[in-house]
């Protein structure tokens, strides 16, 4: 195989990378804020469940939670995965469509989690004087959370998020202990027939996929330092 | 016909009584000094006017209407806390401009002073309406009101600015006009001069000034005792939660009754001699 034929076949795999990537976002953010609002919630029982579910699942390695999600419902006599896997393969002749919706859901509850944990830091780092200027305004709670504390949490959780997804891009590494043909499963494949180099050539994918994230985060930083607090 | 009418407020914290039966009443244009050493109640007072806290006892009218009631909130307490319309309606009858500004420091100065009234007047609209508010009437005389308010306080030319970008004076006279763009009939100041340093405060005490003369009522809790007897038509010296001694300046200033008062008054004098040296 050609240096060109290796790339093409390892961009199949990474364009999966980036769409578990991808979908893990946009599952993970919202479900994340969500999560934070429960876990500051005045509804006693409801925050300390939520408290006790984020300590769980950053508590838990990753790679334990995809064989959760993946092969518990199995036990439970209900393999939806596989029902998953069958269906796709036989109507859309899509390969694994179960074990990446399985990905996609552990990625999405791992990571909402963690951002749940940076909003609850940013929210709380905004003084109480904003709600107080608002309510004497005669703003409402949501007015006053989407116009006035929102758009400062944004600013300051700017950083410690884009760490976060930084190293997500990596995790994606690890849908393939279910079998999910991302970028490095891809190159492993390549072993099998002698090839080597293109495991460590997968390194360049994921370099330059962090070094635009990377620009991008800087730019939007960049963006957001028209006021300072 | 009094356009404030304020009796019997009592509020603690657990234990600490902060106020114990707080009694005044003022009418349309006047303006209200309040006084008194630090933990005397004064900012816990004002919290109670504009709902910030909630008296545990006392009325508290405006216009004739009565928009708190001690006596029947605490039959009712919770109703009046998740209240929220009812709520917002009544705060609107006072500002609050507080000692540290809380401006919103992702806005520009005039979105400052728009953002609660474009949101209040979208929150009566339709949903599609709301797409094009930015291009109609409504918003054109939000903020046509919102520069002429900042012209009042000397600001107009620092409309684009935010909030970062100017000395603390000229962000207190900010607050001071995103207060006043929503109509209040009372306006309360919190030590608006305390976080500033004394050069700023002169500039923040000259917009109050001008607004005693456009028949503002104002209510300012102050340590700037000239100021006081200059500007207010009342003073009231708070201490220990209750009020100790009330009256037009010259009463309290310079004829106390109160030996508190004058101990008050007489600590304060040498502290501002003190600081001249
Ligand atoms: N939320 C609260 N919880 C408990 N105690 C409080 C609370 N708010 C105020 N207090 C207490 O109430 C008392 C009066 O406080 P307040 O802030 O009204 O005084 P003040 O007259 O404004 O003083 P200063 O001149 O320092 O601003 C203080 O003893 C304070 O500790
Ligand atoms: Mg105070």
Partial sequence: ?229 | MAILEVRGIKKSFGDTNVLKGIDFSLEKGEVLAIIGSSGSGKTTLLRCLNFLEFADEGTIAVNDEVLYDGAAEKVAKKKLKHNDGMLRKKRLHFGLVFQNFNLFPHKSVIDNLMLAPVLQAKSELSFIERWRFEKSRAYAAIREKALATLSRVGLAEKKNNYPCELSGGQQQRVAIARALVMNPDILCFDEPTSALDPELTGEVLKVIRELKDTDTTMIVVTHEMEFASDVADKVIYMADGVIEEAGTPEEVFRHPKSEKTKAFLSSRKTAAGGKDE
């Fill in chain 1, 1 to 229: 195989m050609s240096f060109l034929d290796v790339t093409l076949y390892l961009l199949n795999g990474f364009k999966l990378t980036c769409l578990l990537f991808a979908l893990t976002l946009v599952f993970a953010l919202p479900l994340g804020l969500l999560i934070s609002f429960c876990t500051m919630s005045r509804i006693k029982p409801l925050s300390i469940l939520f408290k006790i579910i984020v300590w769980i699942v950053r508590g838990i390695p990753l790679m334990l939670q995809i064989f959760i999600i993946y092969y518990v419902p199995g036990f439970l006599n209900n393999n939806i995965f596989a029902k998953v896997d069958l269906y796709f393969l036989l109507n859309y002749q899509v390969q694994d469509m179960g074990r990446f919706i399985a990905v996609v859901i552990a990625f999405s509850i791992n990571y909402a989690c963690y951002f749940s944990e940076i909003y609850r830091g940013g929210i709380q780092s905004i003084p109480n004087g904003q709600y107080e200027a608002c309510a004497v305004l005669g703003m409402t709670k949501g007015q006053t959370f989407s116009h006035v504390i929102l758009p400062q949490v944004v600013k300051r959780i700017v950083p410690p998020m884009s760490n976060e997804i930084i190293t997500l891009v990596k995790d994606t590494a690890l849908a393939r202990v279910i079998l999910v043909t991302e970028l490095i499963m891809k190159a492993e494949r390549l072993m099998a027939s002698a090839l080597v180099w293109p495991l460590f050539y997968t390194g360049v994918f994921y370099l330059i996929f962090v070094g635009v994230l990377t620009l991008l985060f800087g730019f939007i930083e960049k963006k957001m330092s028209y006021y300072k607090v």
